[in-house]
């Protein structure tokens, strides 16, 4: 079994920056990518960032010029530096990753979120 947790969420004030981080721990032979999805009340999940491990990165327009994903595979975490922060910024954060528990078997986690909230 493989855990996902957050961490670095909060409250900001508009134009102003956070950094979240997860840490994926447990049964990992490979990380093949990790990604943040945000989901806003009344609103469906949607991608934010996204990292393979070979470093390829892919954003969502609304956030490209303002986020960036990055990633330690070391320490099989992935961070989201967020700056220029707007109210609808506002959402749930969720780490993604495709995990490989063993060379042929991949499966896909999830964390349990963290509230960022952006205030105008």
């Known amino acids: 079994q493989v855990q996902l947790v957050e961490s670095g969420g909060g409250l900001v004030q508009a134009g102003g920056s956070l950094r979240v981080s997860c840490k994926a721990s447990?049964?990992?032979?490979?990380?093949?990518?990790m990604g943040w999805y945000r989901q806003a009340p009344g609103k469906e999940r949607e991608l934010v960032a996204a990292?393979?491990?070979?470093?390829?990165?892919n954003y969502a327009d609304s956030v490209k010029g303002r986020f960036t994903i990055s990633r330690d595979s070391a320490k099989n975490t992935v961070y989201l530096q967020m700056n220029s922060l707007r109210p609808e910024d506002t959402a749930v954060y969720y780490c993604?990753?495709?995990?490989?528990?063993?060379?042929?078997?991949?499966?896909?986690?999830w964390g349990q979120g963290t509230q960022v909230t952006v205030s105008s």
């Open positions: 447990g049964s990992i032979f490979s990380i093949e990518a």
């Open positions: 993604n990753a495709f995990v490989y528990s063993r060379p042929t078997t991949k499966k896909d986690y």
């Open positions: 990292i393979t491990s070979g470093g390829s990165t």
